[in-house]
């Protein structure tokens, strides 16, 4: 995919990102509880996946 499109998608929903860039794995689950527990660490992880 498009890196500008999964970077838009890591800013506005996190998790999503993280599924079409990682797939089912630790790195969605983690992603999903950091953005249950506060939204920003979750954009954060998701941008730092996506662009890694």
Not at 24 to 47: E, Q, R, S, T, Y
């Amino acid at each position: 995919m498009n890196k500008l499109i999964l970077i838009i998608l890591a800013i506005l929903l996190p998790p999503v990102a993280v599924f079409l860039s990682k797939g089912v794995g630790k790195d969605l689950l983690i992603n999903i509880l950091l953005c249950l527990i506060f939204f920003v660490p979750g954009v954060i992880h998701a941008i730092w996946l996506v662009t890694k």
